[in-house]
């Protein structure tokens, strides 16, 4: 059921990547210029590992869907709905050798599911690493990056999911068992992501690179250097409350950690991108980001955008897998 | 060809376990062209009905395996035969960057391979099927189980089949319409 809520969770951002009006030039097409994409580049296998990945879990997501859609259907008392269930459910008539065919199916898309998940990460964090501007260039950002995912994402499953558990009562499917592994598994990747950190700072020191070593005092002093000491509380001090056993189970206080995270790994991501580029190698290039109206609106935008599709899931779709809930029933439990 | 009346004939049980026993009992007596049908997997059922043969584990090894060399000959096509670029010094078959996009390609060809063969292999979509003409099969998606004996089993006989699954003591039992 995590696994269902987490693959529901990774799906929506990946409507949201940006959308410029030559992004087409990106795959491989036959393009009557007779060119093709530059696949040296990060910027190539990140678009495969996105497209790869929004694809796999559409997959996931619509597959585990399916015997569900089928309960919705015979459930279903008005002809319009059924219709409409009845088109999405296949034809699902539950014969035991198509739970048989259909178990290996979502077994072994899980198990490729998994890798995909490190990889799309360890690809997002190659467009920076190979990159040559100072606080990009490091070989920690893969690893540290899938940690940020792993962390950031939980902490989204659980804002998701401490309210919708308490609004429809979920209590018992949603137990204090699940959140508290959340909270673990929080504090954990919480714990790999201020190792990347500290191995950042450690490298700006270690490497004897001038640039390195200024990336690092900026970091430190410059102007942006409040944001980054918000970032140390927000993502490496306040989490460690979660070592409390008290308040990993308590939802509410999990809901504010989580919170917490994610304005930490927001502010983590705008420290690798605004405050690496507004001191670069040359002196002409340095300036001050200010966000514009547009900057905002598409920020807001996006949020609502989230918002609208999970609220539009939760109304018309089970949230939670209808037939995985009952193989836990005691009814379900048969003797050879 | 000659058709039959009748699709089969179906029995309707109230638990998992009764479905199991049930379905062996069938099998056992020498019925092969039988289905179960019920709200959520059951371990075991689908041996239990002589199904032992799973193609899904090759379908996906097969995809995988396409998706990798098509991923691999793909960029190396574009990038050294078809279009030769010098990126930086770097040789047109620069295989270490090609990777990333092997890997990518195998695991989308796979999953895909592993959807949509299950689904070519359960012959779905199908949205008419004859059980579906059974009133009370709406259930198996609810709370109920069925046990199934085709007209096409060879020791399909309409008074001795619906006697044999009498006995199997089902909640309910109906003939199938084709």
């Known amino acids: ?336 | 060809m000659k058709r039959e009346p009748m699709y089969g004939i179906m029995a309707e049980f109230d638990s998992a376990q009764a479905l199991i026993d049930a379905a062996k009992r069938t099998h056992e007596a020498g019925y092969k062209k039988i289905d179960a049908y019920s709200p959520f997997p059951i371990e075991g059922l689908a041996e239990e009905l002589g199904f032992h043969r799973d193609e899904v584990p090759l379908v996906v090894l097969i995809g995988g395996i396409v998706g990798g060399l098509t991923g691999y000959l793909m960029q190396y096509w574009m990038s050294a035969v078809d279009y030769p670029l010098n990126i930086g010094g770097k040789p047109y078959h620069s295989w270490p960057a090609f990777i990333v996009i092997t890997f990518e390609m195998t695991i989308l060809f796979a999953g895909i391979s592993a959807v949509f063969g299950m689904l070519a292999l359960n012959g779905l979509p199908m949205p008419y099927h004859p059980v579906f003409n059974v009133p009370r099969f709406a259930l198996a998606s609810k709370d109920r189980f069925f046990l199934i004996v085709f007209s096409s089993d060879p020791k399909y006989d309409p008074a001795g089949t619906f006697d044999f699954l009498q006995a199997l003591e089902p909640r309910s039992i109906s003939e199938v319409p084709s």
């Open chain 1, 1 to 336: 059921m995590t696994l269902f809520a987490v693959a529901c969770a990774g799906i929506f951002p990946a409507i949201h990547v940006g959308r410029p009006w030559l992004a087409y030039w990106l795959f491989p097409y036959p393009s009557t210029m007779g060119v093709w994409p530059q696949f040296r580049s990060p910027l190539m296998w990140d678009v495969f590992a996105v497209s790869t990945y929004a694809t796999i879990s559409a997959l996931f997501w619509f597959i585990g869907l399916v015997p569900d859609l089928a309960t919705l259907r015979d459930r279903s008392t008005n002809p319009a709905t059924r219709i409409i269930y009845g088109i999405l459910s296949l034809g699902w008539r539950g014969s035991a050798r198509h739970w048989h065919r259909y178990e290996t199916a979502y077994l072994l898309l899980a198990g490729l599911a998994t890798p995909l998940v490190l990889s799309v990460h360890t690809v997002v964090s190659f467009d920076f690493a190979v990159g040559i501007v100072p606080g990009w260039h490091t070989t920690i950002f893969p690893p540290y990056f899938v940690a940020g995912a792993i962390y950031s994402g939980f902490a989204m499953v659980l804002m998701l999911a401490i309210p919708i558990r308490k609004i429809y009562g979920l209590e018992d499917f949603i137990t204090e068992r699940h959140l508290q592994n959340a909270a673990k598994v929080m504090l954990a990747t919480g714990l790999i992501v201020a190792y990347g950190y500290g191995i950042e700072a450690f490298m700006g020191w270690y490497s004897g690179d001038r640039y390195d070593a200024f990336t690092l005092w900026n970091r430190l002093h410059g102007p942006y250097a409040g944001l980054y000491y918000l970032l140390l509380i927000c993502n490496i001090f306040i989490p460690q409350v979660l070592w409390i056993r008290k308040l990993r189970t308590s939802p509410i206080a999990l809901f504010f950690v989580s919170g917490v995270i994610l304005v930490g790994m927001w502010l983590e991501r705008f420290i690798i991108v605004v405050v690496s580029l507004h001191r670069d190698f040359l002196t002409s290039s340095w300036g001050m980001y200010y966000p514009t109206r547009w900057d905002w609106m598409t920020y807001i935008g996006t949020i609502g955008m989230f918002l609208a599709a999970i609220f539009l899931f939760v109304r018309l779709l089970p949230m939670i897998s209808i037939f995985e809930m009952r193989t836990l029933l005691p009814e379900a439990e048969v003797k050879e």
